[in-house]
């Protein structure tokens, strides 16, 4: 069994956030693979369904961001899940908006979800997409924020540009999880990143 996981942040009034492009790709694979958002259990709203031969269990942690690991971790154990078979979906500063990342284990380059997860899984070892959603600029393509700065970027919505954009990339998402559950890590890799 797969459990695919979406990151971001409960609430209608985060719907729209940066921080949760997670769940908005989450959701579009969820539609296109039939699957429903019909139960809730360890904290998560989630769905069950198959693709393409494989049983497979997507879920939106609903502890907010930085307690998303409490989630993930319990349904890890509750479905018996090999790490190896985690997907964790995620917002990137360090990639711009057009632009997704796979990969397999290493840190959590400062994104708090992914910290949680790995805290309460004691392991970084399982697979992200990280979905680029580019980092604030000012004066002349100055990039140097505070943290205060950060958060209030990645808390505040898309511009219409950018939505524009986002939604070009948020199948390219679904796509690279058929590709992940049907190829595997190393194809999925080569062909989108």
Same mark, same amino acid.
């Given at each position: 069994m797969k459990l695919i996981v979406g990151l971001g942040n409960p609430g209608r009034v985060? !719907?729209?956030? $940066?921080? %949760?492009?997670?769940?908005?790709? @989450?959701?579009?694979f969820a539609r296109m =693979?039939?699957?429903?958002?019909?139960? $809730? =259990?360890?904290? !998560? $709203?989630?769905? /069950? #369904?198959?693709?393409?031969?494989?049983?497979?269990v997507v879920a939106k942690p609903q502890t907010y961001?930085? @307690?998303?690991?409490?989630?993930v971790s319990f349904l890890v154990k509750k479905f018996n899940i090999n790490l190896n078979d985690l997907l964790v979906i995620h917002d990137d500063l360090d990639l711009p908006l057009n632009k997704i990342r796979i990969r397999y #284990?290493?840190?959590? #380059?400062?994104?708090?979800?992914?910290d949680s997860i790995i805290s309460e899984l004691r392991s970084q070892d399982f697979i992200? +997409?990280?979905?680029? &959603?580019? $980092?604030?600029?000012? %004066?002349?393509?100055?990039?140097e924020f505070s943290e205060d700065e +950060? &958060?209030?970027?990645? /808390?505040?919505?898309?511009?219409? %540009?950018?939505?524009?954009? +986002?939604?070009?990339?948020?199948?390219?998402?679904?796509? !690279? +999880? /058929?590709? /992940?559950?049907?190829e595997g890590l190393t194809a999925a890799m080569n062909q989108y990143n």
């Open positions: 985060y !719907a729209n956030n $940066r921080h %949760n492009v997670g769940f908005v790709c @989450l959701n579009h =693979q039939g699957i429903r958002f019909d139960k $809730r =259990q360890g904290r !998560a $709203r989630i769905g /069950l #369904g198959e693709v393409a031969g494989s049983k497979v961001m930085n @307690l998303s690991g409490q989630s #284990g290493g840190s959590s #380059g400062g994104h708090k979800g992914v992200r +997409i990280r979905v680029g &959603i580019g $980092r604030p600029v000012k %004066n002349e393509g100055f990039t +950060i &958060i209030n970027y990645v /808390l505040s919505d898309f511009t219409p %540009n950018e939505k524009q954009t +986002i939604t070009q990339v948020i199948p390219r998402v679904s796509e !690279a +999880i /058929l590709c /992940l559950l049907t």
